[in-house]
């Protein structure tokens, strides 16, 4: 079993930055690759980034290219998004997910574990 713990959500102002992380357990964590994907209420759960298991390949959404960095450190089983010059648009519960193989994936159903999630509220 895999235990994925986001955290670093919060409100913040638009053009600000937020740091996410995912503390992952139960699995070697560099086995699979990894993805955050978003979901607001009035939307279906969206792709953010990915990032193959050592870390060589990465895949952002149009939405947020440019803006977002995925990067992966495997000696602390942890996955971080950093977020810069947010948006009201980019409000959501940010999950990040783990994939069965080790590419970088951008559709949901090729994960198979998932954290909770962490609220990211930007404000204009």
């Known amino acids: 079993q895999v235990q994925l713990v986001e955290s670093g959500g919060g409100l913040v102002q638009a053009g600000g930055s937020l740091r996410l992380s995912c503390a992952a357990s139960?699995?070697?964590?560099?086995?699979?690759?990894m993805g955050w994907f978003r979901q607001s209420p009035s939307k279906e759960r969206e792709f953010v980034a990915c990032?193959?298991?050592?870390?060589?390949?990465?895949y952002y959404g149009d939405s947020v290219k440019g803006r977002f960095t995925i990067s992966r450190d495997n000696a602390k089983n942890t996955l971080y998004l950093q977020m810069n010059s947010l948006k009201p648009e980019d409000t959501a519960v940010y999950f990040c997910?783990?994939?069965?193989?080790?590419?970088?994936?951008?559709?949901?159903?090729?994960?198979?574990?998932w954290g909770q999630g962490t609220q990211v509220t930007v404000s204009s």
């Open positions: 139960g699995r070697t964590f560099s086995s699979g690759g």
């Open positions: 997910a783990q994939a069965g193989g080790g590419g970088c994936y951008i559709t949901s159903s090729q994960y198979a574990y």
């Open positions: 990032i193959s298991r050592l870390g060589a390949n990465t």
